[in-house]
């Protein structure tokens, strides 16, 4: 070879080793595309929303306990849960002998009281005499007529007391107010009871209720809304109602408040104390849900990965959601019907990245 050739070799080696070295650094400089990755995905619908229903029973609309106006002791008691009784009908007894020598005691009152009226009536009208024939001072007739109207009061004072005394003595029968049925009895015969404490409560079968507690959570219906409400023993049996009482306050102990439906013509089968389900009639409501699995948590937002129609790449939105039972939210805002989101793996996703679809059909 000659040296001409020789120089030339080694000038073309030495340009093109300055490529080599910047092509080499580059590759190293270079960093790989993130894969693209497979993911869950569903396209996310309207759902119907299940219409709000409660457990409870059937109770009677009107329902009053019973008792004696005075204390003693209770000797009878004519009925039992679940007697039908008519109005006038006697349901419970007290021993009357106190309350029978009380008005024995009063009958005497009365009688000395009059015995006393009649002897002023005669004083007095001796006074007169004696006062008109001039043989009496005008004093005496004054002081007469004085005790006769002492012992007119004294008389109205004794009836009054005769009066009270057969009242108590009346007091010590329960007597039915109305037609009805016993639903509880709350004494015993040989109890000592006190005045006004309950000793039978009658309800009214005719107009019936039911009455179900609602969590404190849920929302509260209002007066008038209108329930269908279905035996759990034959769901088949159905009465309607609407709301007609709504309790003010949650209660202390179980945080429910208690709704009254009004039964609107409801069959025989609704007897009262049956177990019952009212379902609110709301009609069709349509909502987002979305599994707990597809939401991210991340600088205080919830975030879901929405797989973009056109790429394939994911995105990021916020979006608002609250609990709608075990597993899944409620969507309140930040997604409409018909977008594809991301279900599982949303912790290891970045934005924009691509992805390819698994699971994917339409729901």
């Not at 120089?7 to 080793?17: F, K, P």
């Not at 849920?218 to 409400?229: D, E, K, T």
């Not at 013509?265 to 979305?290: H, S």
């Not at 699995?293 to 056109?310: H, M, S, Y």
Request: proline share 6%; charged share 20%; aromatic share 2%.
């Amino acid at each position: 070879m000659s040296g001409s050739s020789s120089r030339t070799i080694a000038l073309t080696i030495a340009l093109l080793a300055p490529l080599g070295c910047l092509s080499a650094c580059s590759e190293k400089n270079e960093e790989p595309a993130p894969p693209i990755r497979p993911v869950f995905s569903r396209i996310i619908e309207l759902a119907p929303l299940p219409a709000p229903s409660f457990a409870g029973t059937v109770s009677p609309k009107t329902e009053t306990p019973l008792g004696f106006r005075v204390a003693g002791l209770m000797v009878a008691r004519d009925v039992n849960t679940g007697d039908i009784v008519t109005k006038g009908q006697r349901l419970a007894a007290l021993d009357p002998t106190s309350l029978q020598l009380a008005v024995g005691s009063a009958q005497a009152q009365l009688a000395n009281a009059k015995a006393q009226l009649a002897n002023a009536t005669s004083v007095e009208q001796r006074a007169r005499s004696t006062f008109q024939s001039g043989t009496a001072t005008k004093s005496n007739l004054e002081s007469s007529v004085q005790a006769t109207q002492n012992a007119q009061s004294a008389v109205v004072q004794a009836q009054t007391a005769l009066d009270k005394a057969n009242q108590d003595l009346s007091y010590a029968e329960i007597l039915a107010t109305f037609d009805g049925v016993v639903t509880a009895t709350s004494v015993e015969v040989g109890q000592v009871v006190s005045a006004g404490e309950a000793v039978v409560t009658v309800a009214r079968p005719g107009d019936r209720d039911a009455v179900v507690d609602i969590p404190e959570g849920a929302l509260v219906p209002s007066i008038g809304a209108p329930f269908s409400v279905l035996l759990q023993i034959d769901p088949k049996i159905i009465a309607a109602g609407k709301v007609r009482e709504v309790a003010p306050t949650a209660d202390a102990a179980t945080r429910t408040r208690r709704i009254k439906i009004a039964l609107e013509d409801p069959p025989d089968a609704f007897r009262i104390g049956t177990t019952i389900t009212a379902v609110q009639d709301v009609g069709t409501v349509e909502k987002l849900f979305l599994p707990n699995a597809a939401l991210l948590e991340r600088d205080g937002k919830t975030l879901i990965w929405i797989v973009d129609k056109n790429g394939g790449a994911v995105r990021s939105q916020e979006v608002k959601t609250r609990p709608a039972g075990v597993g899944r939210v409620e969507v309140l805002s930040g997604l409409e019907a018909g977008t594809r989101v991301v279900l599982a793996g949303v912790h290891s996703l970045n934005e924009g990245q691509t992805v390819t679809i698994e699971g994917g059909a339409r729901s």
